[in-house]
Structure formats: C-alpha cells, structure tokens
C-alpha cells in the first residue's frame, strides 16, 4: 500500500475507534476480513500450522496471531505490543447538571493525563460501552455504542473575564472541564438525557440499560495537512498508530516461523494494572493456551518463551521546532526520519544493548531509517507497556515508536513517512 493511502487508512482506523471498545470492533473487522477466527478464552481451542486467530478480553483488548509452523519451542513467538486507549473524560453516574435552570452539562472524570486546555471549544462526540440486561445475571449483553454526532462543548470562557490567561490558567478538572451539552426544555430535560440517547441508538428500552462505560472524544475526523501531505493530523495516535501498524504487518507478513502476535492491550494511560492490561497475566495465559493447543508440553512452552521477542510500540517524542531545548543534546529525533528506539537507564524503557541490536538490524533489513531517544538526565520522562510486560513476560523485549508532536493533545502530529517505515519494520520482524 502506497505511504499517503496508508496513513489516509489510519485516520480512518482512528476516526472508527473513538474509544478502546470501538478500537477493539474496527479491529475484529479488519482480522475477520482477512480470515481470522475468533477464540474464546473459556473454551477449548482448536488450532492448526497456518491458522489465524484472535481473542478479545473486557471488550477492550485484543491478541490476534498467526501460526507459522508447529516448531514453536524451538522458534518461539514474535510479539508486537501496543495498546488501545488515549487520554479523555470519562462521564460519571447520574451526570446531568443544570445550571441556572437554562444549560444541561455533564459531570465527568479525567482518564489519563490529557492536556486540558486543547479540549476546550471542541466539537465532542460521545462513545464506549453499554451494557444491558440479559437471561444469565452473571453474562449480560454488551454493546458498543458512539453518538457519532457533535454533542458536546467544553467552552472557554472570555478574555474580558479572565484578562491574564495568556500568562498562564491551571484549568481544574472538576470546575473547568465538564461540557455543555444543550439547553433545558421540553426535549431536553434534566434527568436521564444519557439513558435516552442510548435508549434511541440502541433501540432499547430504557429499562434494559444496566450500566454504561462513555467516554468524550474529538469529533471532527482527522487529515493529512502540509505542503506535500507530509504530517498526520489526528487525536488518539498515541496509541493506535501502532496497534494499525502492527495488525497490518500481522495480516501481510510471510512468515515461515513460529508464531507471530500483536497484543493491544488496554488502560496503559492509568498504568496498566487491569485485567486487560499489560500488568496483567493475559498475554501470558494465552501463550501458554497456543502451546497447549499445539500439544507442547509445559516445558515445551518455556522454550517457547525463552525463543521469543517482544516489540514494545508506543509512540514517541519529536524535538519541538519550537522548544528544542527541552530535548536531549545528543539524542534528537525528528519527524520524518523513522522509527525511534526508545532507552533509559532506569529502565522507564525496556531496550537494552541486546534487544537494540536486533531492531536495528531489522531496520537495515527492512531499509529503515532508525533514530534513538534519551530523555534529558533532569527532565523525568513516560514509560510504556514494556517495563510492565517485562514483569510477566521475562524475555528480549526493545521499545520503539513513531516520533510525534503534541503527544496527549486531543490533536496529535506525526508523520506519513515514519508510519508507514515501522510498519515496513514489523513487517519484516514477522517474516525474519
């Protein structure tokens, strides 16, 4: 696929995904259209050399792979891992507010670590997970739902009334940051505005509606912008950049060895400590589960294990064109230039002189261009599902990503070029 209808392709990915669970369903679709089989983690499986499956957990996560030959002990698996969440506002219980008996505005709660001012005087929509009523109390239904229209606003308030916020406002995240939804009358009322809008979506009755996981997002769909269409101009890059990247690889790669993987695991912006997570047994359960269903003793799935590799993808920082002194003097990446590996002495990521190597090497084989970043040694950086997978999967594992700027904002900037170069990357590490 040619670079520009590529990243045209990711924004479309991204535009379909405005929360995890929707990210999630756009990527069942795509597998399923290129003849993957879905598994059920409470079943039996049954799986052959030269099937291609894919799990889901909490709705929100997914593991997709591909099974190349039976040697598996010897030929282990190769994991790309990323994740399916991005900083927003998640809306609290009984979230309608009035206010002055005339607007309707909803209560919510930060998810991640958002940079709050770009919400403001934004087109929101409404998306995530309902959850309804069933035969079986311990099952009930779940459906995902997006109210794929501009719902809500978070509006600023005037220069006139706050003459000094260009020298600097902490918005507060309870007072600053709940959005207006519309104005109270006799089809807009107060109590139950959300349970009707998911009530008219679904076609459900309100009664049916148990509990609900929503979420705002950014409206208007992201674009190619620049001169030549260099930049990609969207929200949620960070992370489904690379959860496109790395399915896509999954799907087109030939490889001949061992099992190829994606995880995209969920709730890496609060830390990873969820059943979903990356700070959870999940990967790990379900490699053992392929090596069962391939007949390999547990031994056998050890040396699975210790015959594997793990790329960590998430994205990574450009140096700013406006602040290039808050990058490191040495290590500097651009936009434009590749993929970046990403290091860190205190291990925030998981690279090391083992692991580094073998990227670049992939990179030269793949003719990729790469870049390294190293936080400045007084500025604390992120960290990634890397360290954390580590923690439960105990072998070479390297952390890399596209550089970007604006990482967190509700509009990130990358580039056509560097996405479409590690795609190019993982796509050779699965046929390696």
């Given at each position: ?198 009530s008219e979506k679904l076609n459900v009755e309100v ?226």
């Open positions: 696929m040619e670079k520009n209808k590529f990243a045209k392709n990711l924004i479309d990915f991204i535009y379909e995904s405005p929360t995890s669970f929707q990210a999630v369903e756009t990527s069942k679709n795509l597998l399923l259209q290129n003849g993957f089989k879905e598994l059920q983690l409470n079943e039996k499986w049954k799986i052959d050399v030269n099937g291609k499956y894919y799990i889901t957990k909490n709705s929100s996560a997914i593991v997709a792979f591909e099974v190349n030959s039976n040697n598996i002990d010897k030929e282990g698996f190769r994991i790309i891992g990323s994740h399916s969440d991005s900083p927003t506002f998640r809306i609290k219980p009984n979230a309608e507010m009035s206010v002055e008996d005339t607007y309707l505005k909803l209560n919510t709660e930060c998810y991640g670590g958002p940079i709050l001012n770009t919400w403001l005087d934004r087109p929101l929509g409404i998306a995530g997970r309902v959850v309804l009523k069933s035969d079986n109390i311990l099952k009930p239904i779940e459906k995902t739902i997006n109210i794929n229209k501009p719902v809500c606003i978070i509006p600023n308030i005037a220069i006139h009334m706050n003459r000094t916020i260009n020298e600097g406002y902490a918005l507060n995240k309870q007072k600053d940051m709940l959005p207006l939804v519309g104005l109270l009358n006799d089809s807009l009322e107060k109590d139950n505005f959300l349970l009707n809008q998911i009664e049916d509606i148990i509990d609900f996981d929503l979420f705002l997002y950014e409206f208007e769909k992201g674009s190619l912008i620049g001169p030549n269409e260099e930049f990609i101009s969207t929200g949620r890059l960070d992370n489904l950049a690379m959860a496109h990247a790395s399915l896509h690889a999954l799907i087109n790669a030939k490889g001949n060895k061992g099992v190829n993987l994606v995880s995209v695991f969920d709730n890496e912006e609060v830390g990873s400590s969820t059943k979903q997570g990356a700070d959870s047994n999940m990967l790990l359960n379900i490699l053992e589960k392929i090596c069962l269903s391939l007949g390999k003793s547990r031994e056998e799935f050890f040396n699975a294990m210790y015959s594997s590799f793990i790329i960590s993808a998430d994205l990574a920082h450009a140096v700013h064109p406006n602040m290039v002194d808050k990058h490191d003097p040495t290590s500097r990446p651009v936009m434009g230039k590749g993929p970046v590996i990403k290091i860190n002495a205190n291990q925030a990521y998981t690279s090391d002189a083992h692991s580094i190597s073998v990227y670049k090497s992939i990179c030269k084989e793949a003719n990729v261009k790469y870049q390294e970043f190293v936080n400045r040694s007084d500025e604390r950086g992120g960290s990634t599902i890397g360290p954390i997978s580590s923690t439960h999967i105990d072998i070479p594992s390297v952390d890399v990503g596209s550089p970007i700027l604006a990482m967190h904002s509700i509009r990130e900037l990358g580039s056509v070029e560097d996405h479409y170069s590690i795609y190019q990357t993982f796509n050779k590490f699965y046929e390696i």
